[in-house]
Structure formats: C-alpha cells, structure tokens
C-alpha cells in the first residue's frame, strides 16, 4: 500500500524544479547592477519550464522567451529600432530591481506574482 500522498501533479511539468509558466514571453530586468540582473535572470530561469534567452542588446529579442537585462528609460526603448510590440512589452513588463529591497529581489513569492502562472497549459 502507497502511503505517500501526492499535493501536487508534476506530469506536465518535466524535470523542472518548480515547472511554473512564464505569462509572458518577453521581460524587461532593469537595473543599474549587472550582477543583480543575472541573479535575478537565473532565479526566474530555475523557477520555469520555459527555455529563456537572456540578452542585453534589444537587437537580439526574437521569437521564443526572451529576458533582457539593462538600464535603459522608457524614452529610450520607445526611441529603439525595435518592433512596436517589443516596445510595448518592455516598458509594461518590468522588474525594476533596484526599487526592491536587495533582500526580495530573487524572492520566489515576489518573482512567481510578477511573471509566472501556475495553471497547466
């Protein structure tokens, strides 16, 4: 007899960690700080199921889940060569790091409220 109870279904989630989706797939970590910005990036990286590219040209966003790292304005992603939709996502979906307390910042409660669903897909 099995007594173990299983709380949660991990069946569509693969070999990940916490296996939570990402509700969007492009997402701007602003901060002066390199560093807080790749730390930031690998934490949301090991809490999802998606494959994410992390960049710091606005050049390189493409097709797929994208994070991109840097300390640009608003006025200055809105005066990019981009995609209008890239602008749009980058400018509504930020994380601006360095307005959290540094000891919140890869907080798994605050990063899964701000980018991520735990519904199945």
Known sequence: MNNVINLF???NQGSKCFGVKLNNKLIYLKSEDEFTR????LKIKEMSREHIKYVTDLNDIGEGYFIFGGNLSDKQI???????SYKRDLVC?????????????TSTD???????????Y
């Open 9 to 11: 279904d991990y069946s």
């Open 110 to 120: 605050v990063l899964e409220l701000l980018f991520f669903s735990t519904e199945s």
């Open 38 to 41: 790749l730390k930031v990036y």
């Open 93 to 105: 979906i930020k994380y601006d790091i360095d307005r959290v307390p540094t000891s919140q910042q």
């Open 78 to 84: 809105e005066t990019s060569n981009i995609l209008t």
